[in-house]
C-alpha cells in the first residue's frame, strides 16, 4: 500500500512539473502582453506625457479633463444611445432568424452560412461598403451620411445588425436545440399555442444564449471602433461657442483615439484617462447584465 501511496505522489509531482512547463509561456505571455500593459494604463492615466519615458505625475487632473470634456460627454451618451438599440434589435432578429431556422424549414444549413457570412468580413472593409452604399441611396435626396447626425447613426445600427446578427444567430440555434422536447410536447398535450410555448416553455430555457448574447451585443455595441472610423469618421461635426468642436457620430472608441492622435500631445494622459473610464464603464456593465440574466436561466 504504501508503495502505491509513494507512487502515486511522484506521479502527481510530475504532472505538476509538465504542467508548468506548458503553462509557463501561456502565463508569461499574458502577462507581457495584457497584464503589465494594462498596470502601465493605469499609471499613465494618472500622468502627463509625450512618450512613456518622460511621464510626469499629475494626479486626478486627466479623469477631472476627461469627464469635463463636452466631446466625451458627447459620445458617452451618444455610443449609449447606439449600444442600447442595437442590443435590442440583434437579438431579436437574431432570435427570430433562428427560431425560423429551427423548424424544419427547406435549405436551412444554407440559409445559416448566408446569414453568418457577414461576421467574417472586418470592421473597416464594412464601414467603407456601406458608407459607398448609403451615399449611393442617399445621393437622390443630394446628401451624405456625413452630413446628418440621424443618417449616421442608423448607419451604424444597420452595419451592427447586418454584421452581429448571424453571429448571434448561431449562439441562438444551440440554445434552441437545447431544448428539451419532452417539455414542447408536455406544452402541446395541455392545450398551449405556439405562442405561449415560445414565452413559457422555449424563452425560459434559452436563457443562457440569451445571457452570452446579449452580453456580446452589449459590449460589442460599447467598444465599436472600425465601422464608426469607417463609416461616419464621427462627422457631421458641431461648432461649439468656446470655438471647440464635437463631432456629433463619434462613439467612446473613436474619441478616446482622436484624443490621443489628433489632439496636441499634451492630451494623451486625458485619452487615456478617457480609455480606463471606457473600461470600468464596459466592464461594469456587462458584469451587471450577466448576473441579471443569469438569474433568470432555468435549471435543467
Given at each position: 500500500m504504501s508503495k502505491k501511496i509513494g507512487r502515486g505522489n511522484s506521479q502527481t509531482q510530475a504532472t505538476r512539473r509538465w504542467a508548468w512547463l506548458f503553462l509557463g509561456p501561456v502565463v508569461a505571455a499574458f502577462t507581457i502582453g495584457f497584464v503589465w500593459p494594462f498596470i502601465q494604463g493605469i499609471y499613465l492615466s494618472f500622468c502627463k506625457f509625450r512618450i512613456t519615458s518622460d511621464a510626469t505625475l499629475v494626479g486626478i487632473s486627466n479623469y477631472q479633463a476627461a469627464l469635463a470634456d463636452p466631446s466625451f460627454q458627447h459620445s458617452f451618451w451618444y455610443t449609449s444611445?447606439?449600444?442600447?438599440?442595437?442590443?435590442?434589435?440583434?437579438?431579436?432578429?437574431?432570435?427570430?432568424?433562428?427560431?425560423?431556422?429551427?423548424?424544419?424549414?427547406?435549405?436551412?444549413?444554407?440559409?445559416?452560412?448566408?446569414?453568418?457570412?457577414?461576421?467574417l468580413i472586418g470592421g473597416i472593409v464594412l464601414g467603407y461598403i456601406w458608407s459607398m452604399i448609403f451615399d449611393g441611396i442617399l445621393s437622390h435626396y443630394d446628401t451624405s451620411i456625413l452630413l446628418e447626425t440621424k443618417y449616421g447613426f442608423w448607419g451604424l445600427i444597420i452595419l451592427m445588425c447586418w454584421q452581429q446578427i448571424g453571429y448571434m444567430m448561431i449562439i441562438y440555434i444551440a440554445g434552441l436545440q437545447a431544448v428539451p422536447e419532452d417539455m414542447i410536447e408536455a406544452a402541446k398535450i395541455d392545450g398551449a399555442t405556439k405562442w405561449q410555448t415560445l414565452f413559457r416553455v422555449i424563452i425560459p430555457n434559452v436563457m443562457p444564449s440569451i445571457t452570452i448574447c446579449t452580453f456580446l451585443s452589449l459590449t460589442n455595441g460599447f467598444k465599436l471602433f472600425d465601422q464608426n472610423l469607417a463609416l461616419t469618421g464621427g462627422l457631421p461635426y458641431l461648432i461649439q461657442?468656446?470655438?471647440?468642436?464635437?463631432?456629433?457620430?463619434?462613439?467612446?472608441?473613436?474619441?478616446?483615439?482622436n484624443t490621443f492622435y489628433n489632439s496636441s500631445t499634451a492630451a494623451r494622459g486625458t485619452a487615456q484617462a478617457k480609455a480606463v473610464i471606457f473600461f470600468v464603464l464596459v466592464a461594469g456593465l456587462g458584469l451587471a447584465q450577466l448576473a441579471y440574466t443569469r438569474k433568470r436561466e432555468v435549471q435543467q
Open positions: 444611445a447606439t449600444a442600447v438599440v442595437s442590443l435590442v434589435l440583434i437579438n431579436v432578429f437574431a432570435f427570430a432568424v433562428a427560431y425560423a431556422l429551427t423548424q424544419g424549414i427547406r435549405g436551412s444549413n444554407l440559409y445559416r452560412t448566408v446569414f453568418f457570412m457577414p461576421n461657442p468656446d470655438g471647440s468642436t464635437i463631432n456629433t457620430t463619434e462613439m467612446l472608441a473613436l474619441n478616446i483615439y
